[in-house]
């Protein structure tokens, strides 16, 4: 195993133009799998709330939830810097509770930092936890947790002001310490500009070749979901019919009688079964 992806390693690729690659990873198997693939960064995504537990949007994940998710992925990655995702309301009401939620992400999750959405709303809470030790990763664009204030999951920074806007605030973020940003549905153009004139690494994810780094979520990038591919999504492969033909010759077995066969089966020896038969001794 390599050694373990730091910051710094992420910084160097940046500077020597070499692009970083991130996923998303909710649990021990699908951790383990994408650190033995060799990614760069695992992101605990709270878009596990909707690829996991099933709810409609990511406002509804708890921080326990995500700790809980947190933890099981960093048990099963061992190269990959880790990124855990602070859900919505765990970081915008109160600045000392900020930093305690982020606190528990490293000390009680594993994590090797947090990812927050916003942009100079958020620079004192940012401050505030690289004061206390913690790495911080921005996201800006579209933010997921405030999607509906953005007026829906659509592309955003598509006007000189508001491409303006996100430049500005990707330099305070810099500014306030992050060591990387996610631009999020974004032109490429602006992605790409504002890459160029930051010194830290930025990811994206629907913003163009131009970023640092790339992003996708776990499910998309195996083709498990079929009801809403989003445009900037690349399927990998296309695993949900498989696994969903292999769940269904599995039931056709059980109910055939097929499943499980003698090689599925344990014996024991013809005259202990003698003796378990009749009763005279208990197996």
């Not at 692009?19 to 994408?34: C, E, H, N, Q, W």
Request: glycine share 8%; proline share 4%.
């Amino acid at each position: 195993m390599s050694n373990k992806v730091s910051i710094l390693d992420l910084q160097k690729k940046k500077r020597k133009g070499q692009r970083i690659s991130m996923l998303t990873a909710y649990d021990f198997p699908g951790a383990k799998l994408v650190d033995e693939a060799g990614v760069d960064i695992i992101l605990v995504g709270d878009s596990l709330a909707m690829t996991v537990l099933g709810h409609p949007n990511t406002v509804s994940v708890t921080v326990d939830e995500m700790l809980h998710h947190c933890r099981a992925v960093s048990r099963g990655a061992e190269r990959a810097f880790l990124v855990g995702d602070m859900p919505f309301m765990s970081y915008q009401i109160d600045r000392t509770e900020a930093v305690r939620n982020a606190g528990r992400f490293l000390k009680e999750a594993g994590m090797d930092a947090v990812k927050l959405e916003g942009g100079t709303e958020v620079l004192e809470t940012v401050r505030a936890i690289v004061r206390a030790g913690i790495p911080v990763m921005g996201h800006l664009g579209l933010t997921p947790q405030t999607a509906t204030m953005l007026g829906g999951y659509k592309v955003q920074a598509k006007t000189a002001e508001s491409a303006h806007r996100l430049r500005e605030d990707a330099l305070a973020l810099q500014d306030a310490g992050v060591f990387s940003i996610v631009l999020e549905a974004v032109p490429a153009s602006v992605a790409q500009a504002v890459s160029r004139e930051l010194t830290v690494p930025t990811i994206g994810i629907g913003a163009g070749p131009g970023c640092d780094g790339q992003v996708l979520v776990f499910h998309d990038v195996l083709g498990l979901f079929d009801k809403f591919i989003p445009k900037f999504v690349k399927q990998y492969a296309h695993l949900r019919q498989p696994m969903l033909d292999a769940f269904k010759a599995y039931i056709a077995d059980v109910e055939a009688g097929t499943f499980p066969a003698e090689e599925h089966s344990f014996t024991i020896k013809e005259d202990e079964l003698q003796l378990f038969l009749y009763g005279e001794r208990e197996i």
